[in-house]
């Protein structure tokens, strides 16, 4: 009995040890006014760099939806499925890479093209976490300068 509850635990544990999102800047549903020369991600649990995926995208959506999160998040899932997939990376893309020092990291920074448009933009990672588990999710936020 014991060993059939230390069994459960241990993949409880395994089933929760994933790499979401702490914190970002700028923060997800946000509107800048300004535009930051990068987007740092900082993740709960450290994530593979190298067997992990970071991209900004513009989000072709609506005026009238810039200030509406929810329909931004909406209009924002094909392009993430579409844009993660292997091979993926066309020129629309405009951060210009990841600055990365270690191979594992809590924190990633993606440098920001110049002259970003006016818009909605995703910011959209699949991780890979230290215990292997894969993580694939997105934040929004608009530039409106």
Same mark, same amino acid.
């Given at each position: 009995? %014991? #060993?059939?509850?230390?069994?459960?635990?241990? =993949?409880?544990?395994?089933?929760?040890?994933? &790499?979401? =999102? #702490? &914190?970002?800047?700028?923060?997800?549903?946000? !509107?800048? #006014?300004? =535009?930051? +020369?990068?987007?740092?991600?900082?993740?709960? +649990?450290?994530?593979?760099?190298?067997?992990?995926?970071?991209?900004?995208?513009?989000?072709?959506?609506? $005026? +009238?939806?810039?200030?509406?999160?929810?329909?931004? $998040?909406?209009l924002a899932r094909p392009l993430v499925r579409q844009v993660l997939a292997p091979g993926y990376n066309a020129a629309r893309r405009v951060d210009a890479g990841l600055?990365?020092?270690?191979? !594992?990291? *809590? @924190?990633?920074?993606?440098?920001?093209? /110049?002259? =970003? /448009?006016?818009?909605?933009?995703?910011?959209?990672?699949?991780?890979?976490? %230290?215990?292997?588990? @894969?993580? @694939?999710?997105?934040?929004?936020?608009? *530039?409106?300068?």
């Open positions: 009995m %014991i #060993r059939l509850f230390l069994m459960g635990v241990v =993949l409880l544990g395994l089933a929760l040890a994933h &790499s979401p =999102l #702490r &914190s970002a800047t700028p923060a997800p549903n946000s !509107t800048l #006014r300004a =535009l930051p +020369e990068s987007i740092t991600i900082n993740f709960n +649990e450290k994530v593979q760099v190298r067997f992990s995926t970071f991209k900004v995208y513009p989000l072709n959506a609506p $005026r +009238e939806a810039w200030g509406n999160f929810a329909e931004l $998040r909406r600055n990365a020092t270690s191979p !594992t990291t *809590y @924190t990633v920074e993606l440098a920001l093209r /110049q002259n =970003l /448009q006016a818009g909605p933009h995703v910011v959209m990672w699949r991780t890979r976490g %230290i215990d292997g588990h @894969t993580e @694939t999710d997105f934040f929004v936020f608009v *530039y409106q300068p």
